[in-house]
């Protein structure tokens, strides 16, 4: 059975007076059905790009292209514009980062959640009235009905939220890319959201593209990992090997960031990453982590870094084999 979702050696280069920002490079993962794949790692990194790239939302000075690029047996790459349009919000949508922004102000929630449903079905706005207030119900809106009234304003930024979630469900779409859905909401705000998400895809069956940077929300709601670092995946895995065994320096160094529930003590101080993201601008040569790493040596400057993969769906992208990789998340290696 093929995956819901193949994206397979995706690239996003944007042309800038500096030269050609190569934003995604080579990134490739698949999506199941009613599975979560979380993208994660630093303000960026692509991951937000990646996901605009499969929706085909890319600005038009950025240039896209792909390997593959599948979505439930359709190819993506040979797409008509308004076929893409006949695809976006009907089965694939997309939860963007900040819903005050992505919401119109000038139109009511009501109509704004009816928009879709009456752009790709045959129906009346009485029926599309009809599922607005259902899913706004559904995502834990009280006097849903009500609500339909109210302008984005209205709402605060948590109800705000539920208000994407519901408009990314109106045509019941067998992918959601949820970028970012609790950035800007408190903590217990933050853990409704996602206890809602999860709850959601498991009753809709739905496969989830989860973009974050925070390791907490991956551990929550994430089947698997894809971790990347200046564009590129630099390791990925399930999220239990991810946790318990990673293998990038790069994902090690994030891990030590965390604190851990029963082993880290109060003022005892946390890992950081030491240096600051280069620049993916120009020519790019040889490992992209290496001005980072701890575990860096010459041939780092001009070899070329491949995804390894070790296993089934299992890889890292590392010039160090997965051994010494372990031993050095043990403190036990040196290079």
């Known amino acids: ?44 990194c692509g991951k937000s790009l990646t996901a605009l790239a499969i929706m085909d939302l890319l600005p038009r000075v950025a240039d896209h292209w ?41 139109y009511t929630i009501g109509n704004q959640l009816e928009e879709a449903l009456l752009r790709h079905r045959s129906i009346s706005r009485a029926e599309a009235r009809e599922r607005a207030v259902y899913l706004l119900d559904k995502v834990g809106i ?11 304003h209205q709402l605060s930024g948590g109800l705000r939220q539920r208000v994407m979630i519901a408009m990314g469900l109106m045509c019941g779409p067998p992918l959601i890319i949820a970028d970012e859905p609790t950035t800007a909401l408190d903590v217990t705000i933050q853990a409704q959201i996602l206890a809602l998400l999860r709850s959601l895809q498991q009753e809709f069956n739905m496969g989830m593209i989860m973009i974050t940077h925070d390791l907490g929300v991956v551990a929550r709601v994430a089947d698997r990992v894809e971790v990347m670092y200046c564009g590129q995946v630099v390791e990925e895995g399930s999220a239990g090997e991810i946790f318990e065994a990673p293998l990038h320096p790069y994902t090690q160094g994030l891990l030590e960031c965390i604190p851990i ?9 946390l890992g950081s990453i030491p240096g600051v993201v280069p620049t993916p601008i120009g020519k790019i040569d040889g490992c992209i982590y290496r001005n980072r790493c701890p575990h860096t040596f010459t041939d780092c400057a001009t070899e070329t870094v491949a995804l390894k993969t070790i296993s089934d769906g299992r890889g890292y992208r590392c010039l160090l084999s997965a051994e010494q990789c372990r031993k050095n998340l043990q403190g036990g290696g040196s290079t």
């Not at 529930?261 to 101080?269: A, N, Q, V």
């Open 261 to 269: 529930p029963g082993k880290t003590t109060s003022g005892e101080h």
């Open 142 to 152: 009280t006097a849903a009905a009500s609500r339909l009234q109210q302008y984005p």
């Open 1 to 44: 059975m093929s995956a819901l979702l193949d994206v397979r050696s995706l690239y996003v280069d944007i042309p800038l007076p500096a030269g050609m920002l190569h934003a995604v490079r080579d990134v490739s993962f698949k999506v199941e059905q009613g599975q979560t794949v979380s993208l994660v790692g630093e303000s960026g």
């Open 66 to 106: 792909a390997e593959r690029l599948e979505f439930d047996g359709q190819d993506l790459s040979k797409t008509t514009e308004r076929q893409m349009a006949d695809i976006r919000g009907n089965k694939m949508a997309m939860i963007f980062q900040e819903p005050m922004t992505s919401l119109n102000p000038c």
